[in-house]
């Protein structure tokens, strides 16, 4: 049964299809650092009891795990009511065909991906990044015959070179299936797609689905004074290098008088303000444990007036407001 939340739902573009606004990922969590069932399951049903109906994997998330997972918790829901994504590109072997957006890749790939999770067809399946060795138009094509094979309903990119999304929409025309939503990492302290392809998006009706809201979880303040025994900067070599700078880190003390003001949690008033973001469909979030995921939640909650949007703009600006303040950080 699911409580009595008022979660927002928001279109995919300009497709019919309704996703929560905050949706539930397996990046580095499920599979990875969260291997029990039991805890998987009570955060799903958590999400799901909220009105999270959009939920996020990825064939190389623990090597497949985190399809295994998150596909065992979600079978216990009307598949109607759910919206499941997945990419490929990433290798999942030492075969040097098991990789990349080649048509045989492809179509190995969304057949693994479908038994792993346990379901007929995939709502979303997203190529994980762009693969210079593969035409474009072999990847459309591919990409095109699963929609009608009816094993995917919508397809799209993630972490794509504007230039390399525009070129698959035209090729793919009015002709074959378009990608229709683009995943970026987008957070307060990566403001990168604000360059160029936010504008794009809108204008074009492409879905935004972003990760990464928390940049690794130094938005949440946890990494204020320092670096905690297991966390994720604490096991993530590669987060920590990007992510734990002495300036990001004071603006993000900056952001706590913002956040203190509003009465909130950093990590909600994060979430909030890219969910005030043109273009944004759906935010991805990741949860360790059940109050995690209720904590983000508050940021549905709140309301932020342009004299606030304008105060995080000072603190942590982006490319229309100042200085780049991001990291270009591509890892999910």
């Known amino acids: 049964m699911r409580e009595m939340i008022s979660m927002q739902y928001r279109n995919l573009g300009r497709c019919g299809l309704k996703l929560s606004a905050l949706g539930l990922g397996g990046w580095t969590t499920f599979g990875d650092i969260v291997t029990n069932l039991g805890t998987i399951t009570a955060i799903i049903a958590a999400a799901y009891s909220a009105g999270i109906n ?12 985190s399809e295994r997972a998150m596909g065992a918790a979600l079978r216990q829901f009307p ?18 065909n098991d990789r990349g957006l080649s048509r045989k890749h492809i179509m190995e790939s969304i057949d693994k991906s479908l038994a792993r999770i346990g379901t007929d067809y995939l709502d979303i399946y997203l190529c994980h990044r762009d693969d210079p060795e593969t035409p474009v138009e072999e990847t459309v094509r591919a990409m095109d015959d699963l929609v009608r094979a009816g094993k995917i309903l919508y397809w799209g990119t993630s972490e794509w070179p504007l230039a390399k999304l525009d070129e698959a929409r035209r090729i793919a025309g009015t002709t074959f299936n378009r990608p229709q939503l683009e995943q970026p990492q987008y957070n307060l302290l990566n ?9 794009y998006v809108v204008e074009h009706g492409v879905g935004l689905t972003v990760y990464g809201p928390l940049a690794s979880g130094l938005l949440t303040g946890k990494y204020d004074d320092g670096i905690p025994e297991g966390s ?14 002495a300036e ?12 203190d003001d509003l009465g909130a949690p950093r990590a909600a008033v994060a979430i909030a303000w890219l969910l005030t973001r043109p ?21 549905l909650t709140l309301q932020l007036p342009p004299a606030v949007l304008a105060e995080i703009d000072d603190v942590v600006p982006g490319p229309q407001t100042g200085p780049q303040g991001g990291l270009q950080q591509r890892r999910a």
């Open 54 to 65: 959009f939920f996020d994997m990825a064939d190389a998330y623990a090597r497949g795990e």
């Open 79 to 96: 598949r109607h009511t759910l919206v499941l994504s997945s990419k490929l590109f990433r290798p999942m072997s030492d075969d040097i």
């Open 191 to 199: 403001r990168r797609i604000e360059e160029d392809l936010a504008a």
């Open 232 to 245: 994720r900067l604490a096991r993530l070599a590669p987060q920590r290098e990007h992510w734990y700078r």
């Open 248 to 259: 990001l880190i004071e603006r993000v003390r900056r952001f706590r008088k913002i956040a």
């Open 279 to 299: 273009g944004v469909s759906t935010v991805i979030t990741g949860a360790t444990n059940p109050d995690q995921l209720r904590s983000n939640l508050q940021a």
